[in-house]
């Protein structure tokens, strides 16, 4: 124990003169966590929370065009524009603010696309009034030109322009809905209220889609967004970056031969070895928890919302203490197979952005294709990513975790057993 | 007879070499002697000290300190056994006394004996007054001195030199010599590489010659000067058994 307790002072002693380099281990992550919630918050908004300017040409001006036109207006998601400089939007001028890339999204309500539905809905209630032998609406041929059109910005992701279709294609069923009860009432002489006003939001508000919680523990749950996925995702990156001081420590001390003196120290090796992955750990955890009090505290004052712990927030540090032990120990491993910086620096840059891109840091991992879902799970950063998910995005608890923070513990005791074995081969090669 | 050192027939070839580092070697070393191993670059000094400690396993042979065999009593060995290694074996960012704490913590070894144990071999090698400073600023010769006392600070009974005054001023390796000679005084064993022959002439009782892994003869350095023909001084001895052929 006590050479594990001087191995920690002695590599506390070794950080804290390397103060530019205990600077960087902590700001350079936390910066980095700021800027991606920062750049990252207008796409995780995405179609929840922005509110985007449509652009508006009503050439129709009938009760299908008055549906739509305030259907999106009461929407929190969008600002409708339908006039500019005074004057009403034409479809020619709509397409080429959307060309100029201004907008990102713009709807044509042609000419008589009130009276086309109006026709549509007379020829159904023409079918039912022949069955019971009334009078019939005057009709026309049905004419496939009147549909709304929707333009957007080439740019738009899928994503977008299908939740722009969908909640359009509401507005539009709801507007024909009505137009075919007034026909079918008006037939029958029943008595329902046709008035204008009538609303059949309300009517049909039992019926279709609401969304509704999992069930209590889930009541205070936050909805995925630029902080939840940022923070902790970048803070367990940054972490894993602490395998370049790792590894070019244990070089450095390799090739000064320093190594060498505690190998020639009778059953120092270990002890010397346990000393670094613990004080390396506490480094990472402190990291961690750094960079989640950035999340809490400074997060919130450049705009974004503060990150959200969970119901469980001591879980989340017993996550980050797996982490920081996974990381650390990859750290070690890199240092251990790698004979020269040159070839562990780069090693340690690239494989960590791949661990951290295959394991769902960058985009959530439910995003990858399903074959890069399976490969995710090689990375130490999807179990950490996906344990911490699990606790601040679905209030989760231990019994959530207990299996990540297990895998994390292995992964960085392999490791550690392998560079151990390669650190004792070392000298009996002769390198 | 009680030997500090026994070698037997020891071979190592290194993975990729083009000439083995050990072509059968065999030595053997009494206790409380001070003996110089001696031998062109590339002779396999710095290997057999390597395995002597427990850092290399030879592909065959024995070989023994204080009567253990060296594979499977390392850690015996190494408690007995000091080494100074050819490179500054020390944490260049720690001072000397940083080092000297964290070293002997390591062979477990309380505060109050690690500060009485230095602050004599500080005083004794003088680096008393430097002892605060950061062994990465240090002087070669000075950083030589702090290797040598990191290395007898758990006081072992036989110390291992390789190449201990390689790159040093007059001074400094005066002073590591008349250190080495007072410490064989004291009844310790010393085994001893270096390139300078009148080093070996000055401190060793018996020098060994190795070339290309082999044993080649052994003897105090008087004696074989007296019996090889020709030689008036270790160098010469040496050059004749070794040749002038260089070894790069």
């Known amino acids: ?431 | 007879m009680s030997y500090a050192i026994e070698i037997k027939e020891l071979k190592k070839f290194y993975k990729g070499a083009w000439a083995p580092a050990l072509d059968g070697l065999s030595l053997s070393i009494q206790k409380n002697t001070s003996v110089g191993l001696l031998g062109p670059n590339g002779a396999g000094k710095s290997t057999c000290i390597n395995i002597l400690c427990g850092l290399v396993s030879p592909d065959s042979g024995t070989a023994k300190v204080f009567g253990r065999d060296c594979t499977t009593d390392k850690i015996y060995i190494r408690s007995q056994i000091g080494v100074v290694p050819q490179q500054i074996a020390l944490f260049s960012n720690l001072t000397a006394w940083e080092n000297f704490r964290y070293i002997g913590r390591l062979y477990g070894l309380d505060e109050n004996t690690i500060n009485k144990r230095a602050q004599n071999l500080l005083d004794r090698l003088g680096l008393d007054k430097h002892a605060d400073k950061r062994v990465g600023r240090y002087s070669g010769g000075m950083k030589r001195r702090a290797n040598i006392i990191a290395s007898l600070l758990h006081e072992p009974e036989m110390v291992i030199l390789d190449e201990p005054t390689a790159g040093v001023d007059v001074q400094s390796r005066t002073l590591i010599l008349d250190f080495l000679k007072e410490y064989k005084q004291q009844g310790h064993t010393i085994l001893y590489t270096s390139h300078y022959m009148e080093e070996a002439e000055q401190i060793c009782d018996e020098v060994v010659i190795v070339d290309e892994g082999k044993f080649v003869i052994s003897g105090s350095p008087r004696e074989l000067v007296a019996n090889t023909v020709d030689c008036k001084k270790l160098e010469d001895v040496f050059l004749h058994y070794t040749g002038h052929s260089l070894r790069d």
């Open chain 1, 1 to 431: 124990m006590k050479k594990i307790f001087a191995t920690i002072i002695k590599e506390w002693i070794l950080m804290r003169r390397d103060v530019g380099g205990l600077m960087l281990l902590f700001l350079m992550p936390a910066l980095l966590i700021v800027v991606m919630a920062l750049v990252q918050d207008a796409p995780f908004k995405d179609y929840q929370e922005l509110r985007f300017e449509l652009l508006l040409a009503d050439n129709d001006h009938g009760s299908l065009a008055e549906e739509i036109t305030s259907g999106l207006k009461q929407s929190k998601n969008f600002k409708v524009i339908d006039s500019l400089d005074g004057k009403p939007l034409t479809d020619a001028k709509l397409q080429e603010l959307l060309a100029d890339g201004q907008y990102r999204v713009g709807i044509v309500i042609p000419k008589g696309a009130t009276a086309e539905v109006v026709n549509a809905a007379n020829h159904i209630a023409n079918s039912i009034a022949g069955k019971l032998g009334m009078a019939a609406f005057p009709t026309r041929d049905i004419r496939d030109t009147s549909y709304v059109r929707m333009y957007f910005d080439p740019v738009s992701k899928p994503t977008f322009r299908m939740s722009i279709s969908f909640a359009l294609d509401k507005y539009v069923t709801y507007s024909c809905s009505n137009i075919l009860v007034k026909r079918l009432s008006r037939m029958g002489k029943m008595d329902v209220d046709t008035s204008e006003t009538a609303d059949f939001k309300k009517i049909f508000q039992g019926i279709g889609i609401h969304e509704e919680q999992l069930g209590n523990r889930f009541a205070s749950a936050k909805l995925i967004n630029s902080v939840q996925h940022n923070v902790p995702a970048w803070a367990i990156f940054g972490m894993f970056f602490i395998v370049i001081p790792i590894a070019g420590h244990m070089i450095r001390e390799r090739d000064e031969r320093s190594t060498m003196r505690i190998e020639l120290i009778p059953q120092a090796y270990r002890f010397v070895a346990m000393g670094k992955i613990i004080f390396f750990t506490l480094v990472c955890t402190l990291q961690f928890i750094f960079m989640f009090c950035i999340g809490l505290w400074f997060i919130p004052l450049v705009g974004l919302p503060a990150l959200y712990l969970g119901a469980h927030p001591f879980t989340v540090l017993l996550v980050g203490i797996g982490i920081a032990y996974a990381a650390t120990a990859y750290g070690y491993f890199v240092g251990a197979m790698f004979k020269t910086a040159n070839q562990a620096m780069p090693f340690g840059a690239i494989s960590t952005v791949i661990l951290s891109a295959i394991g769902g840091i960058w985009v959530p991992a439910d995003v990858l294709s399903p074959m890069m879902q399976k490969i995710s799970f090689i990375s130490p950063l999807r179990w950490g990513i996906d344990a911490i998910n699990a606790l601040i995005l679905r209030n989760g608890d231990i019994n959530d975790i207990w299996l990540h923070i297990i895998i994390l513990l292995s992964f960085g005791t392999v490791l550690w057993f392998i560079s151990i074995y390669k650190n004792a081969r070392r000298y009996s090669s002769g390198q």
